[in-house]
C-alpha cells in the first residue's frame, strides 16, 4: 500500500509518444468505406510508452486494498484467498485461444472441465441440475426468478406475481423480483434473526410465486425454521429461491435441495474462490431440483457416452424444452468457470466440507473474542454462522461514534472494513465475516485494533471521525461527487469538466 | 488441508474460547435431520500437480486452429503488460470499491476507463461495465424505456442484422416488462436495414432503434439517416458497437444531424480479453448526459477529500439495488471490473495510432482473405456493401459440411449462418483480424478450394 497518489495516464500522455511494439507493424489503406462512415473526431486515448503504461498501472494496484495484502473481513462477500493455480491453470493457451463458436470437437477439454464442475455442483447443493451460465450473482438471482415465473406460466398458473422477500435481504433481491415482472412483498425478521414465520403465514396465498431466502440469512444467523417455511410455500404452490451469498456457511455441510428449495444461485466468485477483481467477474451458477430442469438457461453441457469414448455437447432449446433462453452472447464467463472447477478440485469433497467448518469456526471466534472485549452482538443467544453482526448503537450513544467511523480507522490499521450499515434494520452495524482461509494470528490481531480503536475514541472521537489518516487520500466527499458529475477527463482543456 | 492454516493446537485452543467440545458443535442449530450430507459424487481432491497435468491435458485438447469466426468474439493480439499487470494481486483480488479511500487504484482506473470510452464513443458519459455486449443490450433496452418518457408504447425496433444472440438475450431479459420488440428485416442485396420495412412505422409511438455499426453481416449501416429516422420519429437511437471499429469509424456520438445517438452498448472483449470460449468479457455502456440518472450500473466519479486532494467514488449510487432495491434502475451489483482494468491497458499501449492500425488491419486482411476466396470458383459476396472486418460469402454447396472438414483440419472457417438465417444453407460468415498473416490466408484459400473440390465432385 502506497501513501502516494498517481496522476492520471492522460497526464503522462505527451503527443506523439508511443507503445509501438504494441500495434501491427504496418497499417494499409482502406479506401472503400463511404466517407460518411468515417471517424472524424479523435479517439482521445492517451499516448504514453510502455514503461509510462506499466509503471503507471502499477502504482494504481498499490493503492488497493486486496485479499493478498490484507485481511478483508467483508461480510457477505466472502472474501477467502483466491489460490493462484485456478488463475494460471484457466490461462492456459488452449482454454484462452478457444473462439466461442468453434466446433465442440475442439473444445472438449474445457466442456469436459463445465460438465464436471455441473455434476459437482449438483452433489453439494443437492440439486438435480445446474447451468452455469449466468454471469454474476444478480444474473442468477434473476435466472431462478424467471424459471419460477415461466414455471407458473406452463401451468397456466398466470395469478402468481408475488415474492415473498425477508426485509434484511440482498437490494438484489428485490430489484431481481421486479426485473422479472413481480411485485415484492417484504417478510419481518423476529427478535432471534430468523424469518417471522407467523408473518410469513399471513402473506402466503395464491398469489405468491415463491420466496428467495439467504441461508444462513444476512443477520449471519441459520434459518431456524427452514423447514417449516419450505412446507409452507409449497402447500401453498410457490417455489422457494436460494440465495447462495452465504453458501460458504453450509458448503458440505447441509445442502440447500434437502431444506425444499426449488432454485438455488451460487456466486462462485465466493463460495468457489474465483477472484473479486475489484467488481467482477463473478458466476451465478443455478442449481434447480426436478420441477425446474426443462427451464433452465442454456448453453448447458451433456455428456454421451458410446463404448469407451465420451463426448460433450451443448444442449440447447431441444433438450431443455421450456428454457427462459439465453442470458449471455456465449457461455457466461467460461474463464470464472474453469477457476472454480480448479478450486473445486483442489478441495475434493473433505475440503468442501472443511470450508464451512472452517468458516464457522473463525467466525465463532471472532464473534466470541469481541463480545468478550465488550463489543455487543446482534444476536448474542445465537451461534454464528461464517459471519455475524457487531452493533455498535452503545458506542455512537457514548462516544459519538459508529461504525463507518470504526470502518475508517480500521484502515489505518492496515484491515479492510467489514460490511457497514448493511443489513439496514440492525443500527450502527458491522457485518463480519473472517472466512476459513484466515489465520488464528490475524483474527486475534483484528480483535486488537478493534479495542484500541475503542480506546481512541475515548480520548479523542476526532482519530475516527478524521479517519482515515494513513492512506492516498482522507475521506472523500462523496455528496460532492454526486453534485458536481465529473465522470471523465476531457482532453481538450487539459483538465476534468463537470458533464451535468 | 488445502488453503487452511489451522493447526490442532489452534482449533484446541479456539474451541476453548468458544466453549464447543467440537466444530460440528458450531451446527447444532441446524436441524439434525439436515447435517451429515453424503456429496460422494465430488472426487476426493487432487494435488496442485496432479490438477495442473490434468489442466493442461485438457488445456491441449482445445489446441485452437486457425480460427476465421468473429461473430461477436475476436481474435486479436493482446500486449503482454495488459495481463501480468491486470492480475497483479491488488487488482485480482480486491473487491468493489465501496471503501473508497482503501480502494484508489480500482477507482482511478474506472475512471480513466470511463475517459476513454467515451472519448471512443463521442458519448457524455460512460458507465463502469456491464456483463457483456448482449446484455448490455438488454439493459439499453430497459434504459430507453425509462428515459423516453414521451413514449408509451414500450415498442423496440430491432433489425433482423442484429447479432442474433444479442437479439435473443435482449427479449429474455425484458419480457415480463411488457416490451414489444418488432423486428426489422434487411435488404437482401446490401444487407443493411431495409429503409421500406423501417418506414413501415413512421407514424406509430416507438421508443427505441437498435442500430448496429457494424452489423451482425459485417456490413456498414448508414447510421446517420438511421439516427435521423429514429429521433425524428420521437424514438431514441441505439447503437450497437464494436470498439475496435471505432478507431476507423464514426463516433455515435457524431450520428444523424443532431446530438448523435442517444444510448450505446457493445461487446468489450477485442478490447484485450481474450476469447476464452466465450467468457469474461465486458459490456460498454455510454449515453447522453441527459439520460445519465436512468443509466444502469456502476459509475465513478471525481471528488475531494478533506484535505482537498483529488479522489474517485462511486457515486450516482440512489440509482442502484443496494440502495433502491425495488425501484433501482437494474439489479446489477457485481459488474466486469477486471476486464476493464485490461481494457483500460490494453487501450493505454495501444494509443490512438495503435488502435487506428489495428482497425484497418483488420479491415485489410478481410478484403485480402475475401478476394482469395471469392477467386474460387462458385464462392462469391452475399451482400454488396462496404464492411469492416467480418464479410457473408456464398459457398457452391451447404457450409455445414464445409465447414466440417475444414475443421478436421484445424481451420475455423466462418459461422454457418444457416443456423440464424432461413434460406443461407450455403453461407458462411468470415473474419480475419490482425492476427491473420498472408500465409494463414493462403491456408484457408487452399484448404477452402480442396474442401470444395471434394463436395462438388461427390455431389
Known sequence: ?500 | MPFIPHTDHDIQQMLAAIGADSIDALFSEIDPSLRDVDISAVPERASEQAVTRLMHDRASQDAPGLCFIGAGAYEHHIPAAVWEITTRGEFYSAYTPYQPEASQGTLQVVYEYQSMMTGLTGMDVANASLYDGASALAEAVLMAVRANRKSKSARILMPASVHPFYREVAYNICKNQQITFETVGYDETTGQVDREALSAWADEDITALVIPQPNFFGAIEDVDALTDWAQNNGALAIGVVNPVSLALLKAPGRWGHGEGADIVVGEGQPLGAPMAGGGPYFGILCCRKKHVRQMPGRVVGKTTDMEGREGYVLTLQPREQHIRRSKATSNICTNQGLLVTAATIHMSLLGNTGLHDVAVTCAATTRDLVARLTAIAGVEKVFDSAYFHECALRLPVAAEGVLARLAERDIFGGLDLSRFYAGYENVILVCATETKTEADLAAFADALADVLAHETEAA
Not at chain 1, 431441444?318 to 439465453?326: E, L, Q
Not at chain 1, 439496514?424 to 485494533?449: K, W
Open chain 1, 1 to 500: 500500500m502506497t501513501t502516494m497518489t498517481e496522476q492520471l495516464i492522460f497526464e503522462h500522455s505527451r503527443p506523439g509518444r508511443q507503445a509501438r511494439a504494441q500495434a501491427p507493424a504496418s497499417a494499409p489503406a482502406i479506401d472503400d468505406l463511404p466517407a460518411t462512415a468515417m471517424r472524424d473526431t479523435a479517439l482521445g486515448l492517451p499516448e504514453v510508452s510502455e514503461l509510462d503504461v506499466v509503471r503507471h498501472y502499477t502504482r494504481l494496484s498499490q493503492q488497493n486494498f486486496a485479499i493478498d495484502t490484507h485481511f478483508y473481513p467483508l461480510g457477505s462477500c466472502t472474501m477467502k484467498y483466491n489460490p493462484r493455480a485456478c488463475n494460471t491453470l484457466a490461462s492456459l493457451p488452449g482454454f484462452l485461444g478457444r473462439h466461442p463458436l468453434a466446433p465442440a470437437s475442439h473444445g472438449q477439454g474445457m466442456m469436459a472441465c463445465f460438465y464436471e464442475l455441473q455434476e459437482m455442483l449438483k452433489s453439494v447443493t443437492g440439486m438435480a441440475g445446474v447451468s452455469l451460465t449466468p454471469m454474476a450473482g444478480a444474473q442468477g438471482e434473476f435466472t431462478g426468478v424467471a424459471m419460477i415465473k415461466a414455471y407458473h406460466e406452463a401451468r397456466g398458473d398466470h395469478e402468481r406475481d408475488e415474492i415473498l422477500v425477508p426485509e434484511a435481504a440482498h437490494g438484489t433481491n428485490p430489484a431481481t423480483a421486479v426485473m422479472c415482472g413481480c411485485k415484492v412483498v417484504e417478510i419481518p425478521a423476529d427478535a432471534d434473526g430468523d424469518v417471522d414465520v407467523a408473518a410469513l403465514r399471513e402473506k402466503v396465498g395464491p398469489k405468491t410465486a415463491g420466496i428467495m431466502l439467504t441461508n444462513p440469512s444476512t443477520l449471519g444467523v441459520f434459518e431456524q425454521d427452514i423447514l417449516e417455511i419450505s412446507k409452507m410455500i409449497h402447500e401453498a404452490g410457490g417455489l422457494l429461491y436460494y440465495d447462495g451469498a452465504n453458501l460458504n456457511a453450509i458448503l458440505g455441510k447441509v445442502r440447500p435441495g434437502d431444506m425444499g428449495f426449488d432454485v438455488i444461485h451460487m456466486n462462485l466468485h465466493k463460495t468457489f474462490s474465483t477472484p473479486h477483481g475489484g467488481g467482477g467477474p463473478g458466476s451465478g451458477a443455478v442449481g434447480v431440483g426436478k420441477r425446474l430442469l426443462d427451464f433452465m438457461p442454456i448453453p448447458v453441457v451433456g455428456r454421451e457416452d458410446e463404448g469407451e469414448s465420451t463426448t460433450y455437447r451443448w444442449l440447447d432449446e431441444r433438450d431443455v424444452p421450456h428454457t427462459i433462453g439465453r442470458l449471455s452472447a456465449f457461455m457466461g464467463n467460461a474463464g470464472v468457470l474453469l477457476r472454480a472447477y480448479v478450486y473445486a478440485r483442489l478441495l475434493g469433497r473433505e475440503g468442501m466440507t472443511r470450508v464451512a467448518e472452517f468458516a464457522t469456526l473463525n467466525s465463532n471466534y471472532l464473534m466470541t473474542r469481541l463480545k468478550a472485549a465488550g463489543f455487543d452482538v446482534a444476536y448474542p443467544e445465537r451461534k454464528a454462522s461464517h459471519e455475524f453482526i457487531v452493533t455498535l448503537k452503545r458506542q455512537k450513544q457514548e462516544l459519538s461514534v459508529g461504525a463507518g467511523d470504526f470502518a475508517k480507522r480500521l484502515l489505518d490499521y492496515g484491515y479492510h472494513a467489514p460490511t457497514v450499515y448493511f443489513p439496514l434494520l440492525v443500527p450502527e452495524c458491522l457485518l463480519i465475516e473472517p472466512t476459513e482461509t484466515e489465520s488464528r494470528e490475524t483474527i486475534d490481531g483484528f480483535v486488537e485494533a478493534m479495542i484500541a480503536i475503542r480506546d481512541e475514541a475515548r480520548v479523542d472521537a476526532a482519530t475516527l471521525t478524521e479517519a482515515p489518516f494513513n492512506l492516498p487520500v482522507r475521506r472523500l466527499d462523496e455528496v460532492a461527487a454526486a453534485k458536481n458529475l465529473d465522470l471523465k477527463f476531457e482532453a481538450e482543456t487539459g483538465d476534468a469538466r463537470s458533464v451535468a
